[in-house]
């Protein structure tokens, strides 16, 4: 009889209802999922997309029962339908079960954020490998090995017999994240979640990473559960997507409709955010343009570092105007954190000029300065840091932190200290009643404010902001970056802004430097960088940069940059 | 790997001379010398030396010789004949003392080592992975009764129990048949009779702080990702505990070996007197007071040489577990 109704629609391979994941604290229940409902069908791609603190992850965790103590699972249904009909709802399986252990690593695999602490540091790469192999298919010692080598083989690690008996810090960032796919995949699970797996890595490893999970999903027909807060990357790989926040799904639909017709406010911010970093800041359009005739704050020549045997900056030399901003890009190991450390001098160049024209018009090079007079230029050149979380002290009030550099310079104590502490405040958009509260009682975005309020405390004249939104959400992300903007054309201040984040670099640069293995291979108008580089690594770098636009999903028109790559117009960085 | 031992090995050398010359200096600092105490001693017995005589023993002893030339001769004899000298009190070469004191120290620390270690780690592990349930509150509280009840007092109440409530002999390692008799293995039997006591005693102090100890490097390690990626791979709770935080929790205990060697001879002195144990403690503490320089130097030395090769052994381990170390 049910063979006539075979037209029935296939049933999903994953289907969860009404879910609810708690965290029971000292003082009441705290939900972190609140009666969610999505499925999965076997071969397709459900994106989860949502800002930090949206219960993404928890909602990944749960389906494998895997959430940190102390939160559990409080009602609701995850059903996983067998290849035989069956279904087991996992939601009622015990965590620490043989039933549920069973389903783990073989039905249903998962890969997190971050690929150098998810894999343990004492074993290497391929006895972890095995370790799944063994577990769940009964494999010999032999023939798992053989087995992790071809697994490595896959995700395309070079020299897979060498690399399997390596340490996961022997390899680099993407690297770890092959061998954590090769780990999953190992048992050729029916659903992959991936947690948050591209977002510790460069723009082009992670294009290269995205294509490897859809190849492999083509080739082995298992469904993707991708968890995500770039737009971008959704809008490339997604079937599906489903809008978390505050624990709640906003909306659940194809990427199609998500994003060409969004239906909930929330969703459109996203979307409306990654879009906004398509073009230049209102603010940057409206400004007048730059004197360019000026003569320069800061010139940079011929700059090297040399840390022992590795050249991290390489003959680099770039110039700031007065009221300028300057983006430095470049994926990680290109020198451009070293290059904002070393303006700051905070490190001994090992040769080149840094000259710097103070506000009396002499000229300084801070490569040779030191003592009383680098402490004096030091004032004049601040610095905000990428992790708002790190570069706090979590022991000082926000009143201390702020109010720091004018004591230690003897600028102002007592009263003074405190009416000047409160204005910086009110400046950065802080309300100053909470000075005397710690770090800790802010968000993210409050404290980078803070951050900045620190750097502009002694009215310096160059901010060097290293990745200073990088560990933003989004929706933060533009109301620190605007606050940077209007906090420049208030204090007539030059930034060097580094990221590596192009939207980021386009939203608020007037000129770009891109920065490749210590050198600068192009500097130029941002506008112009962003949209037609010169320089082949330019290109390479902007054609790694997931579109925000599911219809626009060519992955042919990437490629990776090798040196080898012949300069096409014989461009050249200055 | 190897040219790293051998150079460790090689400057080795001169720490112990350095710390060799150091501690004969040190011995001899407190004013008078050997034959000043054995003077004192036998005056407590109304027996009366005179200068003459005290001159003839400091010949016989070579004390009457600048402390330069006695201290290059006592190194002469150890690096060329192995012999540490006499020792004053005992009039016994050194060598022969403290041998059997050492392996019976050896023996005690080890069998308490190995106490503490079989207690201490499952429960600082459950400690951990059940963190504030009702057992890790009862282990907890027993940690800190363990660390703060001074071990002689421990000791003393002990022997008490087991002497008046049990009858059994408390004190020393042998019962008084065995104490000067031969190896056999009735002794050995004996000694196993003995050792349980101090074993306990020695064993319920550093359980205590060991099982703090393993319990914050567990909470350490229990919450990094890999432990995830271990538990989403379908690997039984136990397995993964075993394999993956235990693992690397138990890194620190390495470099504890460092400290551990050298604690065999200096360590536990108050408890081995009030137990009256034959170990190394009580004969170097005897042989401070006493001034007997060549014994005392003797000890010193051996812990010296202990402390070296302990933190060596430790180094070498820790770099053969934990490849970090090995190949960065």
């Given at each position: 009889m049910s063979d006539v109704l075979s037209i029935a629609p296939r049933k999903p391979l994953l289907e969860v209802r009404n879910l609810v994941t708690e965290f029971p604290l000292r003082k009441g229940v705290f939900t972190a999922v609140k009666d969610l409902s999505f499925s999965i069908e076997a071969g397709k791609t459900l994106c989860v997309v949502g800002e930090s603190g949206s219960g993404k992850s928890v909602t990944a965790r749960s389906i494998l029962q895997?959430?940190?103590?102390?939160?559990?699972?409080a009602s609701g249904s995850i059903l996983l339908n067998q290849a035989d009909g069956s279904s087991i709802d996992?939601?009622?399986?015990?965590?620490?079960?043989k039933q549920i252990r069973d389903i783990r690593g073989r039905d249903i695999a998962m890969i997190f954020q971050e690929p150098m602490s998810s894999l343990?540091?004492?074993?290497t790469v391929g006895d972890q490998i095995m370790e799944a192999l063994r577990l769940?298919?009964?494999?010999s010692k032999a023939a798992a090995r053989e087995e992790a080598v071809n697994l490595l083989r896959q995700v395309e690690i070079p020299n897979p017999n060498q690399a399997v008996?390596?340490?996961?810090?022997?390899?680099?960032g993407g690297m770890r994240q092959r061998a954590m796919i090769a780990m999953a995949l190992a048992c050729k699970p029916k659903l992959l979640i991936a947690d948050e797996?591209?977002?510790?890595?460069?723009v082009t490893t992670q294009a290269e990473i995205l294509d490897l999970i859809a190849r492999l999903q083509k080739s082995t027909g298992m469904a993707v559960l991708f968890i995500t807060h770039d737009m971008g990357v959704v809008a490339q790989i997604a079937d599906n997507v489903l809008v978390m926040h505050h624990g709640v799904a906003k909306e659940y639909g194809t990427v199609e409709q998500i994003f060409h017709?969004?239906?909930?406010p929330y969703t459109k911010m996203l979307i409306g955010s990654v879009l906004k970093l398509e073009q230049k800041a209102e603010i940057r359009l409206k400004r007048?343009?730059?004197?360019?005739?000026a003569k320069p704050i800061l010139e940079v020549r011929n700059l090297v570092q040399h840390f022992g045997p590795v050249k991290?900056?390489?003959d680099v030399s770039i110039s700031l105007l007065p009221g300028e901003t300057l983006g430095i890009v470049g994926e990680s190991g290109s020198g451009k954190t070293t290059m904002g450390r070393a303006i700051m001098r905070l490190y001994d160049p090992t040769g080149g000029e840094m000259l710097y024209r103070k506000a009396d018009g002499n000229v300084i090079d801070l490569a040779k300065i030191k003592g009383e007079e680098l402490k004096a230029a030091r004032r004049e050149l601040r610095m905000v840091f990428q992790d708002p979380f790190g570069s706090?002290?979590?022991?000082?009030t926000v009143a201390q932190v702020i109010g720091e550099p004018l004591l230690v310079n003897g600028i102002a104590r007592g009263k003074e200290l405190d009416e000047r502490v409160c204005h910086l405040m009110e400046q950065v958009g802080?309300?100053?009643?909470?000075?005397?509260?710690?770090?800790?009682?802010?968000s993210g975005g409050q404290r980078q404010r803070i951050g900045i309020a620190r750097a502009i405390t002694l009215k310096p004249r160059i901010i060097v902001a290293d990745?200073?939104?990088?560990?933003?959400d989004v929706s933060v992300r533009f109301q620190v970056l605007d606050l940077l903007m209007r906090l420049q054309d208030e204090l007539k201040l030059a930034y060097i802004f580094i990221s590596h984040d192009i939207g980021v670099i386009r939203y608020m640069c007037d000129r770009v430097g891109v920065m490749y293995r210590g050198q600068l291979v192009e500097v130029g108008e941002a506008e112009k960088v962003c949209t037609?580089?010169?320089?082949p690594y330019t290109q390479a770098l902007l054609s790694a940069i997931p579109r925000?636009?599911?219809?626009?999903?060519?992955?042919?028109?990437r490629f990776r940059y090798t040196e080898t790559t012949p300069i096409k117009n014989g461009s050249s960085a200055r | 790997m190897l040219r790293f031992i051998a150079k460790r090995l090689f400057w080795m050398i001169p720490s112990l001379f350095a710390v060799s010359f150091l501690a004969f200096v040190l011995i001899q600092?407190?004013?008078?010398?050997y034959v000043t105490t054995y003077i004192a001693t036998l005056a407590a017995s109304n027996e009366v030396i005179d200068q003459n005589t005290a001159a003839q023993l400091r010949e016989r002893f070579g004390l009457d010789q600048p402390m330069i030339i006695q201290y290059i001769k006592w190194m002469w004899g150890i690096i060329t004949r192995g012999d540490f000298g006499m020792s004053f009190e005992w009039q016994q070469p050194v060598s022969g003392l403290i041998w059997e004191r050492m392996a019976l120290t050896l023996a005690l620390a080890i069998a308490s080592l190995i106490a503490t270690w079989a207690i201490a780690l499952p429960i600082g592990v459950f400690s951990a992975v059940r963190k504030y349930s009702i057992g890790d509150y009862a282990f907890t509280v027993f940690s800190f009764l363990g660390l703060s009840i001074p071990s002689f007092l421990l000791a003393l109440v002990l022997m008490y129990v087991a002497a008046v409530e049990f009858g059994q002999d408390v004190?020393?390692?042998?019962s008084h048949e065995y104490?000067?008799?031969?190896?056999?293995i009735a002794k050995m039997i004996d000694l196993m009779k003995h050792i349980w006591l101090p074993v306990i005693i020695l064993a319920v102090s550093s359980t205590a702080s060991l099982i703090r100890v393993m319990r914050a490097n567990m909470l350490d390690e229990l919450p990094k990702p890999y432990v995830t990626t271990a538990r989403a791979k379908g690997l039984s709770e136990f397995r993964l505990l075993v394999k993956y935080p235990m693992r690397i929790a138990l890194?620190?205990?390495?470099?504890t070996i460092a400290w551990l060697l050298p604690n065999l001879i200096s360590g536990s002195v108050v408890v081995a007197i009030v137990l009256n144990l034959p170990t190394a403690a009580p004969l170097l503490l005897q042989s401070l007071m006493a001034q007997d320089m060549y014994l005392a130097g003797a000890f010193v030395l051996l812990i010296c040489a202990l402390t070296l090769i302990g933190s060596l052994i430790s180094d070498v381990l820790l770099a053969l577990v934990d490849p970090r170390i090995r190949l960065e």
């Open positions: 895997i959430v940190d103590a102390p939160g559990r699972i996992l939601a009622r399986l015990n965590p620490r079960g343990s540091p004492v074993h769940h298919m009964n494999m008996d390596r340490y996961a810090f022997q390899y680099s797996p591209t977002t510790a890595l460069d017709s969004p239906q909930d007048p343009p730059l004197d360019t005739t991290a900056l390489n706090l002290n979590p022991r000082m802080l309300d100053p009643a909470g000075r005397e509260r710690y770090p800790h009682a802010f990745e200073a939104t990088s560990a933003l037609a580089p010169d320089h925000p636009d599911p219809r626009d999903r060519d992955r042919s028109r | 600092l407190p004013p008078g010398d004190g020393g390692l042998f104490e000067a008799a031969p190896w056999s890194n620190p205990f390495i470099s």
